[in-house]
Nanobody, 125 residues
Framework: QLQASGGGLVQAGGSLRLSCAASGRFFSSYAMAWFRQAPGKDRDFVAAISWSGGSTYYADSVKGRFTISRDNAKITVYLQMDNLKPEDTAVYYC????????????????????WGRGTLVTVSS
């Protein structure tokens, strides 16, 4: 199970840190990712991290502003979001799946089996 938290209301230019707490003893073999879904739009890829944490990948829209990280001892994945923009407003979901390959190149919703319930991020202008 995955549980996302940390969303809220922030002004443009501000920061938030999302957390995704996982349960299960195989978390350290899971590639993890964050996706987001704005009202009336598809669920889009935001960032991914390999199971070791050694590789990361970002959508162009957030590159340089967002940072994904993980703490396997705490079985938690984080998304640090800086310089937030109104267009970042969405429900953010964490996702995971076990892969043999230590890659962060899994960027579609079909690449993940487990999903959290989402946390709402609202950025005001």
């Amino acid at each position: 199970q995955l549980q996302a938290s940390g969303g809220g209301l922030v002004q443009a230019g501000g920061s938030l840190r999302l957390s995704c707490a996982a349960s299960g003893r195989f978390f350290s073999s899971y590639a993890m990712a964050w996706f987001r879904q704005a009202p009336g739009k598809d669920r889009d890829f935001v960032a991914a991290i390999s199971w070791s944490g050694g590789s990361t990948y970002y959508a162009d829209s957030v590159k340089g502003r967002f940072t994904i990280s993980r703490d396997n001892a705490k079985i938690t994945v984080y998304l640090q979001m800086d310089n937030l923009k109104p267009e970042d407003t969405a429900v953010y979901y964490c996702a995971g799946r076990s892969y043999l390959s230590d890659s962060a190149g899994y960027t579609t919703t079909r690449d993940y089996d487990y999903w959290g319930r989402g946390t709402l991020v609202t950025v005001s202008s």
